[in-house]
């Protein structure tokens, strides 16, 4: 049901940091300590794709074109293509894990200091 009446006043006694101008943002962006986070950032994320995804089509590739090889048993019932299937799962999850290590090394401490910069600035 709606009402025209205005909305409650805020009760909040958290103080809002004072933010930034749209000037000091585009001014940030354009900073050498902006672009080494972006170089730091681009150094590791676009390497670590470009190899998962050859990896990936390696994967397809062979399940397409490679049948017998894939279907080359290594224990059991358990082929080639199984274990290069949940290989992809643990690349996956390992790329993931090495991310957000290289995040909480390099990125986070350099993205700090930058906020913390602007938002003292403000």
Same mark, same amino acid.
């Given at each position: 049901?709606?009402? #025209?009446?205005?909305?409650?006043?805020?009760?909040?006694?958290?103080?809002?940091?004072?933010? +930034?101008?749209?000037?000091?943002?585009?001014?940030?962006?354009?900073?050498?300590?902006?672009?080494?986070?972006?170089?730091?950032?681009?150094?590791?994320?676009?390497?670590?794709?470009?190899?998962?995804?050859?990896? !990936?089509?390696?994967?397809?590739?062979?399940?397409? !074109?490679?049948?017998?090889?894939?279907?080359?048993?290594?224990?059991?019932?358990?082929?080639?293509?199984?274990?290069?299937? *949940?290989?992809?799962?643990?690349?996956?999850?390992?790329?993931?894990?090495? !991310?957000?290590?290289?995040?909480?090394?390099? *990125? #986070? +401490?350099?993205?700090?200091?930058?906020?913390?910069?602007?938002?003292? #600035?403000?």
């Amino acid at each position: 049901m709606a009402t #025209d009446a205005p909305p409650p006043p805020e009760t909040s006694t958290e103080a809002v940091p004072a933010q +930034p101008t749209t000037e000091a943002f585009a001014a940030m962006q354009e900073s050498e300590e902006f672009g080494e986070l972006r170089r730091s950032h681009r150094s590791f994320a676009f390497p670590l794709t470009i190899a998962f995804v050859l990896w !990936y089509l390696l994967y397809v590739l062979l399940s397409n !074109y490679a049948g017998g090889f894939m279907g080359t048993k290594v224990y059991g019932n358990i082929n080639v293509a199984f274990v290069f299937g *949940l290989a992809q799962f643990v690349t996956t999850f390992l790329i993931a894990w090495l !991310y957000s290590r290289h995040a909480a090394a390099k *990125l #986070d +401490p350099k993205a700090e200091a930058i906020k913390s910069r602007m938002e003292a #600035d403000a």
